[in-house]
């Protein structure tokens, strides 16, 4: 749910700049990327966007846009540590591998804001040691990257 409130919030951001975009420059011939997103039972049910490759905030959108990934990615990754936290003990260390893989790949904007969880699942004794020395190596890079 909340990644869906996310991905709809970029997607009205990206599509209010497009629309400006469009009523401020004449409509070059150039390459165009297209977005559709059909919602179906919700209203509007159906989203287009478009962003000339020359227009003045294709790079303004695609920066947004990943952003945007991101944060909703990291949501991902909460909610699955928090449901892992609290019903899958054992499988805690893979959600906290998953993570640790896409931190590597320098894909989440705002790690910092899963320390809390790091920081309960590093001091839990519920949990296997492996997953909680993870926690707190996963915590303190993250401390010291910021």
């Known amino acids: 749910m909340k990644t ?22 004449p ?8 977005f559709r997103r059909i ?12 962003v000339r490759e ?8 695609a920066q947004l846009l990943q952003i945007f990934e991101g944060l909703a990615r990291q949501q991902e990754h909460v909610d699955l ?3 892992r936290m609290k019903y ?5 260390n893979d959600a906290l591998l998953q993570f640790e893989s896409d931190l590597n ?7 910092q804001r899963v320390l809390p969880v790091l920081d309960q699942i590093a001091s839990d004794s519920r949990f296997v040691d492996i997953a ?5 190596s996963l915590a303190e890079r993250i401390r010291h990257q910021g």
């Open 105 to 111: 790949r320098s894909l989440l904007p705002e790690p």
């Open 54 to 61: 020359d227009s003045d905030i294709a790079s303004a959108a």
């Open 88 to 92: 899958d003990r054992l499988g805690i």
């Open 4 to 25: 869906s409130l996310l991905r709809f919030i970029l997607l009205i951001a990206v599509a209010a700049m497009a629309a400006s975009a469009a009523f401020a420059v």
């Open 132 to 136: 909680r020395q993870r926690a707190r």
């Open 81 to 83: 540590i928090s449901r």
């Open 27 to 34: 409509a070059p011939s150039g390459a165009k990327l297209t």
């Open 39 to 50: 919602f179906k039972g919700s209203s509007p049910e159906f989203i287009e966007i478009s």
